[in-house]
């Protein structure tokens, strides 16, 4: 019979149930003897998930894709039979398991040398990213448990048959995918992973362990059931509800406390543990009392978090008493506020927990958008195991099928490398994210081995590699937010420095050329140029030629060090004009009022310099010049403070007073945009807009790129900063900025 799929993904006429039932079959039809690596047959591994999914209560999409991925993987030809048979969901998750299957093994046997604290700290964030990759990689978070679900049965075959696993599985476990169940809250999954990747990782250690716990796990569980009856007997009689529950400690958990605390196995009290979750905090002392009239307490075991909390902001109350066989337990006791902070809060107890000895000194809050959804994510499953088979059940589901677990996309370099790049990002992000002068030479990609072009967004999972020339720079073209190069804004910034230090380079270009005719026209063209560099103030030739070229520091200042080698730089000085000389009537101000006050002095002539064009309220300052009055700077001007260091008792204070409503001040902008046709004019109504006169413009436009410097008449600097808000919300604008 031809089947047909609606747009649910369903196959149509085939109820739900008959799901799984159909892909066992199919199953046993393609490839009953056929073998996984391992060893084990592909149907044998499919009956060992259902029966750990099962236990999920995992709906019949998922485990039926669970039955069928590993088919598909190892039988040619199954995969386009996927969807016609069993529908479009199905295959979807059939999909999404086997792109997981390609993240292989990252950390492989553990080394004999220890490695170096770079190593270490690099390998832990690989697997951090692993970690976080597994569950960004499946959108549906069902993929994640039917690959958990499948490693777990793998060790368990592994186990049953006495058979050792592929290099790394064990490490791979221990790292990944025990972590993750934590994460998620399926603890006997948890449990069980650390141990069976334990026992194949360090046997003699496992074995050594499992010879000190001198009772089998049925005798501490039936010894712990027993203490939860007795304290539940006397927690009614008082009158209190609580809820009592109690594991004994798996042997993975035994030997990481034992090396994070540096105990011996003898100074292990929660080898037995039981909880206790109460409603309020006046409850929690009162069970805290009875626990031990009950049991012989043990007191420097006892700890108080409700009255001092960890530093992740963990709260509880653990004590450590004598059980009736003379043995030593735990017993932790909490509100259900507290209970839900630990499991499900933004201060999750798992972030401790991974962190080794450094966690169990409460030395690590979790504080991650990502630990907020990893939280919401274990609470729809929390939701789910609650909830019996119906509308709530199936409602619950369809938020975890499509729960957003990650901003980010992690892919892969071509030695597996994983790299964690923003949402939207491309091959220029990836190339600048492995290193700045990789991302400078990119000029192509290949992802997943097929050539794309540089602006094509990057998807979970896909495998990188950049073509690069030998030699190069970045494309002006990268920084044109509507072309899409870039989403990263690590890499932005790095184009944008490459681009700064190019424009630093002409600049001081083309302050060399300035100061070459001045020498060669004052006849000194065998003058050392870092001396005369030191003699004009600057701690390089390089500094003086950009100041120069900037219109920072007059080449007067130059000649007059030229012809005076002997004398102190100091001409200039009676030369102020060529930094005082008035631009407008109305852009000076004279004395205060018009707007300048030299503090102490009444009446004295002050004018506006034209280096840094200073503008209400700058923070200003005066220089006493010869013949032209006081010179009115910036404070930060680089002429003020060359001057300054030659003549500070010329240095005299000023400030702005009354304001005139007709004063305006010249300022100079600068703007670096991509250049296109209309952008001088977009510009211009821009500063129409802002009612900014503008008396001069310069344009320059190379290799793409313009760069206008604008003169304009503001009344204060304000209006200037936001007149450059509007002018880099024009389309191209690089940046703009007042010289």
């Not at 939860?228 to 007997?233: A, K």
């Not at 090396?259 to 909880?275: I, N, S, T």
């Not at 700045?436 to 590699?465: F, I, W, Y």
């Amino acid at each position: 019979m031809v089947t047909s799929t609606d747009l649910t993904g369903r196959v149509a006429g085939i109820p739900d149930a008959e799901l799984v039932e159909r892909a066992l079959a199919y199953v046993r039809e393609q490839g009953a003897e056929v073998a996984l690596p391992t060893g084990e047959t592909v149907l044998s591994h499919a009956q060992g998930m259902l029966r750990i999914l099962d236990g999920l209560r995992v709906d019949d999409a998922a485990r039926a894709a669970a039955c069928l991925f590993g088919l598909v993987a190892f039988v040619p030809g199954t995969e386009a039979e996927i969807a016609p048979r069993f529908g479009d969901e199905v295959a979807r998750l059939v999909d999404g398991v086997r792109q997981l299957l390609r993240i292989g093994a990252i950390a492989g046997s553990r080394p004999d040398a220890e490695p170096s604290k770079n190593e270490a700290q690099a390998r832990h964030e690989q697997v951090e990213a692993l970690r976080k990759m597994l569950l960004a990689f499946a959108q549906d978070i069902r993929v994640v448990l039917v690959r958990l679900a499948s490693r777990l049965q793998t060790l368990r075959w592994l186990a049953e048959t006495k058979q050792a696993p592929l290099p790394g599985v064990a490490r791979e476990t221990l790292d990944i995918y025990a972590p993750l169940a934590n994460r998620l809250g399926i603890w006997q999954m948890k449990w069980e992973l650390e141990d069976l990747a334990f026992r194949f990782e360090q046997p003699d250690t496992y074995k050594r362990i499992a010879r000190l716990l001198d009772e089998k796990r049925i005798e501490r569980e039936g010894y712990i059931s027993s203490a939860i009856e007795r304290l539940q007997s006397e927690l009614a009689t008082a009158g209190i509800r609580a809820e009592v529950s109690g594991r004994p400690k798996h042997i993975f958990s035994i030997w990481k406390k034992m090396r994070g605390k540096e105990l011996d196995f003898a100074d292990l009290y929660d080898v037995r543990a039981f909880r206790v979750i109460v409603d309020d905090i006046k409850d929690c002392y009162t069970v805290l009392g009875i626990v031990h009239h009950i049991w012989q307490p043990i007191p420097r075991e006892f700890d108080d978090y409700i009255s001092r909390p960890k530093a992740n902001g963990y709260k509880s109350l653990h004590t450590v008493v004598i059980g009736d066989d003379g043995r030593a337990f735990e017993v932790q006791i909490r509100t259900h506020e507290m209970h839900h902070f630990a499991e499900y809060g933004v201060a999750a107890h798992w972030r401790y927990k991974e962190a080794g000895s450094r966690g169990y000194a409460g030395q690590f809050s979790a504080s991650e958008r990502y630990d907020e959804k990893i939280a919401w994510l274990r609470q729809l499953l929390a939701w789910k195991d609650d909830a019996d088979h119906s509308v709530a059940h199936d409602e619950s589901w369809e938020q975890i099928k499509h729960a957003a677990i990650d901003d980010h996309i992690y892919v892969l370099t071509p030695q597996a490398r994983v790299v964690a790049l923003p949402q939207g990002a491309t091959a220029v992000d990836f190339a600048y994210y492995l290193h700045s002068d990789l991302g400078h030479r990119c000029r192509g990609a290949r992802v997943d081995g097929t050539m794309v072009p540089l602006n094509t967004p990057l998807k979970n999972g896909q495998t990188v590699e950049i073509i690069a020339v030998k030699q190069g720079g970045p494309s002006r073209d990268w920084l044109n937010a509507d072309l899409g190069y870039l989403a990263s804004n690590r890499a932005r910034a790095k184009v944008r420095a490459w681009f700064n230090a190019l424009d630093s380079q002409e600049t001081i270009a083309q302050g060399r050329v300035l100061i070459d005719k001045t020498l060669q026209r004052e006849g000194k063209t065998a003058v050392k140029l870092e001396e005369l560099a030191t003699r004009l103030g600057f701690k390089t030739p390089e500094d003086l030629f950009a100041a120069v070229a900037k219109d920072e520091f007059s080449l007067r200042h130059v000649e007059h060090a030229l012809r005076h080698p002997e004398g102190e730089v100091q001409a200039p000085l009676s030369e102020e004009d060529a930094v005082t000389k008035k631009s407008r009537a109305t852009s000076v101000a004279r004395g205060a009022k018009s707007g300048v006050l030299v503090v102490g002095v009444d009446s004295l002539m002050t004018q506006m310099s034209r280096c840094c064009k200073p503008a209400p309220p700058d923070d200003i300052v005066g220089f006493v010049t010869r013949g032209r009055g006081v010179s009115i700077h910036r404070r930060s001007c680089h002429t003020f403070q060359q001057l300054a260091g030659r003549a500070p008792e010329r240095v005299i204070q000023t400030e702005w007073g009354q304001k005139s409503h007709a004063a305006v001040y010249p300022v100079d902008i600068h703007v670096e945009a991509i250049d296109r046709q209309g952008l001088l004019r977009d510009i211009s109504e821009v500063l129409s807009r802002e009612k900014i006169n503008v008396t001069g413009v310069k344009t320059l436009s190379s290799k793409g790129v313009a760069r206008m410097q604008f003169t304009a008449e503001v009344s204060e600097a304000t209006q200037l900063q936001r007149a450059l808000q509007l002018i880099e919300d024009v389309q191209g604008v690089l940046q703009a900025k007042r010289k």
